[in-house]
């Protein structure tokens, strides 16, 4: 715990979130939920997909913060539109309830198709299901919509700081030897 802690404190988005995630499952820290809030916040400002979804949970359930359906959906959002599954299925399920965002089943469509195009078991449930309740032109215009998705390219410096980015080396720049100069 030690080390995620250090890596996180210096703005590591991946340690952020696996320290916000001890601090939720109460493991080698004490269960505290605001604290992994807190974490989890800090590496979804980083457009840490992972942190972004998780951080939608805590706003829909209520959970280390105060319930509310329309900061879950932003979060959701964020993550689904950085092509992670499970926050475009749950971001499908939002849609199709209207739970935090207008009700719209063609977008819940859309979210799970692209969530089931990725292999997510619910996702491919919802499909199936949704599919029974959708006119044709709902289904056709639901996969042209996913047809139309482009993931949010995030920065592959996203978990660093801006002066700890990592410049690319030449191999012939290492200093190991093996590649001729």
Request: proline share 6%; charged share 25%; with cysteine.
């Amino acid at each position: 715990m030690k080390w995620f802690r250090k890596a996180a404190e210096q703005n590591y988005a991946d340690p952020q979130a696996n320290l916000g995630a001890a601090y939720f499952n109460g493991e080698g820290v004490a269960q505290d939920f605001k604290e992994g809030v807190k974490w989890f916040r800090k590496a979804a400002e980083q457009n840490y997909a992972p942190a972004e979804y998780s951080l939608g949970q805590c706003y829909a359930n209520g959970v280390g913060v105060a319930q509310d359906s329309a900061e879950a959906v932003r979060w959701f959002r964020k993550a689904a539109e950085q092509n992670r599954a499970e926050a475009q299925h749950t971001l499908g399920g939002c849609y199709h309830t209207g739970e935090g965002v207008a009700k719209d089943d063609v977008e819940a469509y859309k979210c799970f198709l692209l969530a089931s195009g990725q292999g997510f078991e619910p996702a491919k449930t919802a499909v199936s299901q949704l599919e029974f309740t959708l006119t044709p032109a709902q289904i056709a215009e639901g996969k042209q919509r996913a047809r139309n998705f482009e993931p949010r390219e995030v920065s592959p410096a996203v978990n660093l700081t801006p002066d700890r980015a990592i410049s690319p080396t030449p191999p012939e720049a290492s200093g190991t030897g093996f590649f001729p100069r």
